[in-house]
């Protein structure tokens, strides 16, 4: 495939802002959604903490990192200190106090990659993952909340496109597309290599925040509040991002070589990490280097099907938002097979 030359944006891109900025208002959860899930948190962490004093429970995921749209399930770490606990016994014990408590679809998922308790509070409608000490994933959500601190074009952009990939199927791992947590990955790698740059590398600055998880060193600057201005030296606005965003996956993406890192701000090469041929069930097709797990490709449930679904995919997105009349209904038009 070969890769084509520079798209020039069409004229009349920014008329485009105030309809995408509509739909990212719309996709935002109000006040009160928040004010259940807190609550419903605050009732899991009483039946907890009656069997395990000890216990706590983290939110994280899209509920905590500030991507979630409206509705959208929580997902929640019970953190135990105890290293030596087997998580199934746990997850089944679990299952087993929510059930007497009428929750609703309860159900222990222990063999899972993942293993969970899902759960359904009959009280607010929320639907609810359990896991056991996964505290990668709570540092992981802390870091992409505070990228969405710096500039909110991040969240603008992030909210269109995990919207896109939801209307357009392509964001299921089961089926060999991506996460919202890669998607949000690329939208914030995408904003680091704007220039001038939208959004800092926050692993190669200065270490105000530090923790060690499963001997993983997770250390990065979390003064957010202190970068504030940092992308007003670039003007660009959502919609000439959303264009660029589609451009870059369609066109200018390098997928046989390149992988993209948050954790280093740049561009780095599959060869440099060994990415360069499939072992086991890991292909490498797309790469997208985990932050703190760096040897965890997320494009990894990508397969020679499915990289070809995204790929048409971007493409197809990216001759929306250059020619079409109506990008903004057009882009999320749901895909029918
Ligand atoms: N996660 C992870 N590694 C992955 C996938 C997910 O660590 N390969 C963690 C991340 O902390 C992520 C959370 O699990 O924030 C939830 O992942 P996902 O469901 O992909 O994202 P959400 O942000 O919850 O998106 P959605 O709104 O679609 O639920
Ligand atoms: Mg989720």
Redesign the pocket.
């Known amino acids: 495939r070969m890769l084509r030359r520079q798209m020039v944006c069409r004229r009349d891109i920014d008329s485009l802002n105030a309809p995408f900025l509509l739909i990212y208002e719309s996709l935002v959860p109000p006040e009160e959604e928040k004010a259940k899930q807190k609550q419903l948190l605050m009732l899991l962490e009483k039946l907890v903490n009656k069997e395990w004093p000890q216990a706590q429970l983290y939110l ?3 509920c905590a ?1 500030s ?3 409206s509705k ?2 929580i ?1 929640v770490c019970l953190a135990m200190e105890d290293a030596d606990i087997n998580k199934s016994e746990v997850l089944l014990k679990l299952a087993d106090i929510l059930q007497s408590d009428n929750f609703q679809n309860v159900q222990a998922l222990t063999h899972a990659r993942v293993p969970i308790v899902k759960l359904m509070d009959p009280e607010t409608g929320i639907s609810c993952d359990i896991c056991v000490n996964n505290v ?2 709570v540092v ?2 802390k870091v ?1 909340r505070d990228y969405a601190c710096i500039d909110e074009r991040l969240r603008q952009l992030a909210f269109i496109v ?1 919207h896109w990939a939801k209307s357009r199927g392509v ?1 299921e791992t089961y089926q060999g597309t991506l ?3 890669a998607y ?1 990955l690329m939208c914030i790698h995408f904003l680091q290599l704007r220039r001038p740059a939208i959004l800092p590398c926050l692993q190669e600055m200065e270490a105000t925040y530090s923790v060690t998880v499963d001997d993983i060193d997770c250390t990065f600057f979390d003064q957010v509040e202190k970068l504030s201005g940092f992308g007003s030296r670039n003007s660009e606005t959502i919609a000439q991002l959303v264009w660029a965003f589609f451009n870059y996956w369609a066109y200018y993406h390098d997928y046989a070589n390149n992988v993209i890192s948050v954790r280093s701000g740049s561009i780095i090469s599959k060869h440099e990490k060994d990415w360069t041929r499939r072992i086991g069930n890991d292909r490498h097709l797309i790469c997208i280097e ?1 932050p703190f797990e760096i040897s ?1 490709d ?1 494009g990894r449930v990508v397969d020679k099907f499915s990289i070809k679904v995204l790929r048409e995919e971007f493409e197809r997105a990216a001759e929306v938002m250059q020619y079409d009349r109506n990008p903004c209904v057009k882009l999320f038009e749901p895909y029918v097979p």
């Open positions: 994280y995921g899209s990192n991507f979630g749209v959208s399930d997902d990668l994933a992981n959500t992409l995990k964001n996460s919202s947590y949000v985990d965890h997320l």
